[in-house]
């Protein structure tokens, strides 16, 4: 409220509900107000703070593009940023864990490690985590086609003392059990280490190299509307 009176004494004047059309043939500013009425304002300088194309619900839908390209302004198409990313999960591990968050994790791309967490969704991973990675991730997605990310379950544990642990059971115990008890898993993550192709290792060195460093195969990004922010716009 401070900001906006302070504005107000200043004699800025804000108006609302006004969608932007481009200019006429005059060189003014066209507008559609909120009931539909076209406006044209003739300004003498003009700053054009319109977003990407990340938030569509609230107005930022990229829909300036067209009309700053037809006046031959080089734009760089708009791509996702700070995005989430597909991924193929198995019919178990969609319905059984879509929407639990993965932590701690350790992700790797690129010789690049990122630690905190993320969220598994119904169409593949997105939160923090990824995000950190997500230009490069991107990039790799569209020249190559797919991304694989390595996840390391168990960031604060070194492989030789996992190996340890897995190695000293007591019993012989299933190997959920092992997982939970020995190597600390969650329930995702055990389910997420099944994900991977071929048999989990029964030797527990080869084991604890799996927890350490799973393959997850990235498929795509999630759609623009559900990125944080928006890459590309008009080229510098």
């Not at 003014?28 to 194309?53: E, I, K």
């Not at 350790?106 to 010789?111: D, I, N, S």
């Not at 630690?115 to 990039?139: F, K, N, S, W």
């Not at 995702?188 to 280490?193: P, S, T």
Request: net charge positive; charged share 20%; proline share 6%.
């Amino acid at each position: 409220r401070a900001w906006l009176a302070r504005l107000a004494a200043l004699g800025v004047e804000i108006r609302l509900r006004h969608r932007w059309q481009g200019w006429d043939q005059a060189g003014h500013l066209l507008f559609r107000d909120g009931q539909g009425a076209s406006r044209a304002v003739d300004a003498p300088a003009t700053l054009l703070a319109l977003g990407g194309a990340s938030w569509p619900r609230l107005g930022s839908d990229g829909g300036w593009v067209p009309l700053l390209a037809a006046l031959g302004t080089r734009i760089a198409p708009l791509r996702p940023a700070n995005c989430g990313f597909r991924v193929d999960w198995t019919p178990l591990l969609r319905d059984g864990f879509a929407g639990q968050p993965l932590k701690p994790v350790a992700l790797t791309f690129g010789g690049v490690r990122v630690q905190g967490e993320c969220i598994v969704t119904a169409g593949g991973l997105e939160g923090g985590a990824i995000y950190a990675l997500a230009a490069a991730l991107r990039d790799a997605i569209a020249t190559e086609g797919g991304a694989t990310l390595t996840l390391d379950l168990r960031p604060h544990l070194s492989e030789a003392e996992l190996a340890r642990r897995l190695g000293a059971r007591g019993g012989a115990p299933s190997l959920g059990t092992l997982l939970r008890k020995a190597g600390g898993l969650s329930a995702l993550q055990a389910a997420l280490l099944r994900e991977a192709p071929g048999p989990l290792p029964a030797d527990p060195l080869a084991l604890a190299r799996r927890i350490k460093a799973l393959p997850l195969r990235l498929t795509g990004t999630a759609g623009l509307e559900r990125a944080i922010s928006t890459a590309g716009g008009v080229a510098f």
